[in-house]
């Protein structure tokens, strides 16, 4: 328990410290790119609109004043807001938290079908090839998983999203297009098809990275000698395989998807960008390329905190699952 | 149906049980061969012995002498690919070396299981110790959940590991190393095998453990009536043990006997130099170790001749060009691979002709009669 | 098994790299892409690198010389019509005569562009990782070597900036600093140093407590002088082929990057995700722009990946006979 407390603590810790790495690239940039925030955030306003934003902003107050007033409204939920107005009304927009609230279930939803789909092929594949290692079937799969590993999601994506166009009859859309809230609900046809392109590409990496992972530790697994020892007991294959050799093979592989559960948040940007699907990586490219830094910037605290979390989770996970882990900390 | 059954979903593929008279284990010119890259490695080159039901058989030899391949050969666990076996192991008159994966897997556990030597790794560490002794009994025996666990805890008292009921639900690593070697045993005479292989049981354990470890096995081998295959590099363990000893040597039997018969009677100069190689108490301190000089030979392509010719201080030249059969001595069930047997003038004339040639090994005997 | 350490005599970078992706505290998916490609047990222990290493060394080194070429050229390469100004028309498919790969949709030819292209993707690939190697086996060496105070506080860094997702960290520096060549390089760099650095530290903690280092320790070699020939002779060929895999991971990340608008200014540099970025829009129409320089990071990423591989097994073999 102890440890768990010096983990919270340090989660604690780093949260701060991303939080002020990003709110001072924020204010860096003005450094580094010339234009002010407000030039950026609002660069149709009027004059007074420019002033009043300015003023409510807060910008000339010294660094740590701004980063403490960030941090504390962040606190409550006040990221700010998507500056949309023009001229006069420069100064109104949706707030980022509104936006961010109805774009994240999106992503998650499509990281947690990529997940699945990613281990409901590597686990067998892996469990297989590594009991047959050196068979026929092993080699041909190693080099399909060799060429996959070479297939970023952006790859894939251009390459599904070409494949749609020509083949519109299959009923995929190469992009979303929808207007109103997207689709979430799993097991709708709607959802299924808008999603189903975007998580294969997701996906067909992933399932490489998995499979090698869960192949090499089970064939390392399978040397060991409670391997032989169970065999000596009679019991079956498949028994031996599943229940003795699956378990701690497992384990890297296991931390491996917790830690991607967090990436893919933000790493699936470049897939939500291809099919045009409206979660927070897309709304992150939006806000870079409409220069709304201070959403940008919200944005980017945002996913990295989640990145944090899921890491904290996935480690706190992984002291429960092993046991020699678990009483080595509880002993030392 | 007896609250104590389910049903059964055992594979049916099973030996018919074979008459009581016989002896339990006959290996016949037993050979077991690796194939490398560099030719065929005889790691068992024609080993014959049998074996009675409750009896224990030492097999004694060097690193590299083949004694673990051996028993992992008998029992059939050794992988199949770039293997070669060939001969017999006839348990009840069945023959293991050509059984099937399924026949031999309805006997591992049941009829014939085995104690590996290193406790620390044999064990599944992600699975509490009373699942790994239930799963045995649960595969074997037509029983319930519940009884299996009575029985698992019933083993692991007859094993003498103190409060049982709590270490059926501990893992290995909250455990020590000779408790874990406890717990192997359990798992192995669950089923009650009638035949029971320890491979250098006590090699990895401490030495106040060790004499623990081969009493418990000695008390469960006779409560049991198993015959036990005793493998160790150690002399000295299977001195009080075993019933039989066999010495092994580059993958062959150089000699066996009764042990009372060998220790007084030994007639390799194998046996002769393990023996010699024990240290001693009465010694006086710091004496030094004897060590046997050079090396095991290769196995894949090995000189022709006596495979211990190289290291022994009685080789003449009939030695290294003639490989010895196996020969009976004039003791009942003793029988050795020598030319120049220990003990015999013929002998002791050899180690002189090899002292007054200045032999290495012959020299190291100098003063040592 | 993450729970040992790795064992300094055996396959050494597989034991980095799963280490380094299994550690709980805020890796990297590229180093569980590393670790992925690295997982590959049973690799047999042929000499050299077989046919499919020398076609890998073949195609890298032809894309070196065009990079150069393109480099010392600005990306004017001789012999192809100049990629921004020398236009055809528009969306000519693939094969058209005078334009082997077609023209995009403002009717540059796509062989040209993929050409030029060549010199900015490669030199953001190597010398971003060269940066991250430096400064992060820097950082690695001396973490792993003094231990204590200073390796926790250097693990700690590490960690920090492990602690943000990479592609978004990249983004952040590309859009709040600026986005020519230069610094999308310094981006990628920033974003490998933390895994570079993390494996780095890995591998010196497996060597540094062999007996040799004691040794020299013993005989009076100062520190520094432990470091840099005892351990960086043994730390590097686990790195080199880290390295390779590490050039294929920022080379998709910088077409990553420009798909989603913070690449390198396309007005000023050609890379190849510039292309890819550009030809999106026609790719129903026109799909050969985005599949040109796709097929070409495919090919490249496979090269590395192939080698980096090969080059483990390789190295791997030499230690395990230690």
């Given at each position: 328990m102890r440890t768990a407390f010096f983990k919270l603590i340090r989660l604690v810790v780093v949260v701060f410290i991303v939080t002020f790495l990003s709110f001072s690239m924020l204010k860096l940039q003005e450094a580094t790119t010339g234009s002010t925030i407000i030039e950026k955030i609002a660069p149709f306003g009027s004059p007074a609109a420019k002033q009043q934003l300015a003023d409510s902003l807060h910008l000339d107050d010294p660094f740590f004043v701004q980063y403490g007033r960030w941090l504390g409204n962040a606190v409550q939920g006040d990221f700010g807001l998507k500056y949309t107005g023009t001229g006069d009304n420069a100064t109104t927009g949706t707030p980022v938290s509104t936006i961010v609230g109805k774009k994240l279930p999106v992503s998650i939803e499509l990281m947690i079908y990529a997940q699945i789909l990613a281990l409901l092929f590597a686990l067998p594949l892996g469990i297989y090839t590594a009991y047959r290692n050196g068979s026929r079937f092993d080699k041909i799969t190693n080099i399909v998983m060799f060429a996959m590993l070479a297939m970023p999601a952006f790859l894939a994506g251009l390459a599904l999203q070409l494949w749609a166009a020509k083949n519109p009859n299959a009923g995929f859309p190469t992009q979303y297009t929808g207007v109103d809230d997207f689709p979430l609900t799993p097991f709708t046809g709607e959802n299924f098809k808008q999603m189903l392109l975007p998580t294969v590409s997701l996906a067909i990496a992933q399932i490489a990275v998995y499979m090698r992972l869960l192949r090499s530790d089970m064939i390392a697994t399978l040397q060991e000698d409670f391997i032989t020892t169970a065999k000596s007991k009679g019991i079956p294959a498949r028994r031996v395989l599943m229940r003795h050799a699956f378990r701690p093979s497992s384990l890297t592989l296991l931390t491996v998807a917790g830690l991607n559960v967090g990436a893919l948040i933000g790493g699936a940007i470049i897939v939500e960008q291809i099919f045009n699907l409206p979660g927070i990586g897309d709304e992150l490219v939006r806000s870079i390329l409409g220069s709304q830094v201070i959403e940008t910037q919200a944005i980017i605290a945002i996913i990295a905190i989640i990145y944090v979390l899921v890491n904290f989770l996935v480690d706190i996970l992984y002291t429960v699952l092993d046991p020699r882990i678990r009483h080595a900390r509880a002993i030392a | 149906m007896s609250p104590r059954r389910r049903r059964s979903n055992i594979g049916t593929e099973r030996f018919e049980p074979a008459p009581l008279d016989g002896p339990l284990l006959e290996v016949k010119d037993?050979?077991?061969?690796?194939?490398?890259?560099?030719?065929?490695?005889?790691?068992?080159?024609?080993?014959?012995?049998?074996?009675?039901?409750?009896?224990?058989?030492?097999?004694?030899?060097?690193?590299?002498?083949?004694?673990?391949?051996?028993?992992?050969?008998?029992?059939?666990?050794?992988?199949?690919?770039?293997?070669?076996?060939?001969?017999?192991?006839?348990?009840?008159?069945?023959?293991?070396?050509?059984?099937?994966?399924?026949?031999?897997?309805?006997?591992?556990?049941?009829?014939?299981?085995?104690?590996?030597?290193?406790?620390?790794?044999?064990?599944?560490?992600?699975?509490?110790?009373?699942?790994?002794?239930?799963?045995?009994?649960?595969?074997?025996?037509?029983?319930?959940?519940?009884?299996?666990?009575?029985?698992?805890?019933?083993?692991?008292?007859?094993?003498?590991?103190?409060?049982?009921?709590?270490?059926?639900?501990?893992?290995?690593?909250?455990?020590?190393?000779?408790?874990?070697?406890?717990?192997?045993?359990?798992?192995?005479?669950?089923?009650?095998?009638?035949?029971?292989?320890?491979?250098?049981?006590?090699?990895?354990?401490?030495?106040?453990?060790?004499?623990?470890?081969?009493?418990?096995?000695?008390?469960?081998?006779?409560?049991?009536?198993?015959?036990?295959?005793?493998?160790?590099?150690?002399?000295?363990?299977?001195?009080?043990?075993?019933?039989?000893?066999?010495?092994?040597?580059?993958?062959?039997?150089?000699?066996?006997?009764?042990?009372?018969?060998?220790?007084?009677?030994?007639?390799?100069?194998?046996?002769?130099?393990?023996?010699?190689?024990?240290?001693?108490?009465?010694?006086?301190?710091?004496?030094?170790?004897?060590?046997?000089?050079?090396?095991?030979?290769?196995?894949?392509?090995?000189?022709?001749?006596?495979?211990?010719?190289?290291?022994?201080?009685?080789?003449?030249?009939?030695?290294?060009?003639?490989?010895?059969?196996?020969?009976?001595?004039?003791?009942?069930?003793?029988?050795?691979?020598?030319?120049?047997?220990?003990?015999?003038?013929?002998?002791?004339?050899?180690?002189?002709?090899?002292?007054?040639?200045?032999?290495?090994?012959?020299?190291?005997?100098?003063?040592?009669? | 098994m993450p729970v040992q350490s790795p064992d300094g005599g055996q396959d050494v970078a597989t034991a980095l790299a799963r280490d380094e992706a299994a550690s709980p505290a805020f890796p990297n998916p590229t180093a569980l892409a590393m670790a992925a490609v690295e997982a590959d047990p049973g690799r047999s222990t042929k000499k050299g690198i077989g046919v499919g290493g020398w076609l890998s060394v073949a195609w890298l080194v032809l894309l070196v010389l065009v990079g150069v070429i393109g480099w010392v050229t600005d990306q004017k390469f001789p012999g192809l019509p100049d990629p921004r100004n020398d236009v055809g028309d528009f969306k000519l498919g693939m094969f058209s005569s005078g334009h082997l790969f077609g023209t995009d949709g403002s009717g540059q030819d796509v062989l040209s562009l993929t050409v030029n292209g060549t010199y900015a993707s490669m030199f953001i690939g190597v010398f971003s990782v060269l940066a991250g190697f430096a400064v992060g086996g820097l950082f690695g060496i001396l973490a792993g070597y003094f231990k204590g105070r200073v390796g926790a506080v250097l693990g700690s860094t590490t960690d920090i900036l492990l602690a943000f997702p990479p592609l978004v960290l990249a983004i952040s520096i590309v859009t709040f600093l600026g986005n020519s060549l230069l610094w999308v390089t310094v981006a990628l760099a920033i974003v490998s140093v933390p895994v570079l650095s993390r494996i780095a530290r890995a591998a010196t903690l497996s060597w540094a407590e062999r007996e040799f280092v004691t040794a020299a320790r013993a005989q009076g070699a100062k520190h520094g002088r432990v470091m840099v020939k005892e351990l960086v002779p043994n730390v590097l060929p686990a790195m080199l082929s880290i390295a390779l895999l590490g050039i294929a991971v920022v080379i998709v990340a910088e077409a990553g990057l420009a798909i989603v608008g913070a690449g390198v200014n396309p007005n000023t540099t050609i890379t190849w995700g510039s292309i890819i970025n550009t030809g999106r829009d026609d790719i129903d129409s026109a799909p050969h722009i985005v599949l040109i320089p796709s097929i070409v990071i495919f090919i490249t990423v496979m090269a590395l990946n192939y080698l980096g591989d090969a080059l483990r097994a390789k190295f791997d073999v030499r230690e395990s006979a230690l």
């Open positions: - | 037993l050979k077991t061969a690796f194939k490398t890259p560099r030719g065929l490695a005889r790691a068992v080159d024609g080993v014959t012995f049998s074996l009675e039901r409750g009896r224990t058989i030492g097999i004694v030899g060097e690193s590299g002498s083949g004694k673990s391949v051996l028993s992992r050969s008998i029992m059939g666990l050794l992988p199949r690919n770039n293997i070669v076996r060939s001969g017999q192991a006839l348990l009840e008159g069945h023959d293991l070396v050509t059984a099937s994966d399924e026949q031999l897997r309805a006997l591992w556990g049941s009829q014939m299981a085995m104690v590996f030597q290193d406790p620390m790794t044999s064990l599944n560490p992600v699975m509490k110790i009373g699942n790994q002794i239930t799963e045995v009994l649960r595969q074997h025996l037509d029983i319930t959940k519940d009884y299996s666990r009575e029985l698992a805890l019933a083993l692991l008292q007859s094993v003498g590991i103190p409060e049982a009921e709590r270490r059926l639900n501990e893992y290995p690593h909250q455990m020590s190393g000779g408790m874990r070697q406890r717990v192997v045993i359990a798992i192995a005479i669950a089923c009650g095998p009638k035949l029971l292989f320890a491979d250098e049981p006590t090699t990895a354990l401490d030495v106040t453990v060790q004499a623990q470890i081969l009493d418990l096995l000695q008390e469960q081998q006779r409560e049991r009536f198993m015959a036990m295959i005793l493998v160790t590099h150690d002399l000295g363990v299977v001195a009080s043990r075993a019933d039989d000893i066999a010495v092994m040597y580059a993958g062959r039997v150089v000699e066996t006997a009764p042990t009372r018969t060998l220790f007084r009677a030994m007639s390799h100069p194998y046996t002769e130099a393990l023996m010699r190689s024990i240290p001693k108490l009465s010694a006086p301190s710091h004496t030094r170790l004897t060590a046997i000089g050079g090396r095991p030979p290769d196995i894949i392509d090995p000189p022709p001749g006596c495979k211990f010719s190289a290291r022994c201080p009685y080789v003449q030249d009939k030695c290294r060009t003639e490989e010895p059969p196996l020969l009976d001595s004039a003791e009942p069930h003793h029988a050795f691979r020598c030319w120049f047997p220990v003990g015999t003038p013929e002998n002791r004339a050899a180690l002189e002709a090899n002292q007054r040639a200045g032999l290495a090994s012959a020299m190291a005997m100098m003063g040592a009669n | -």
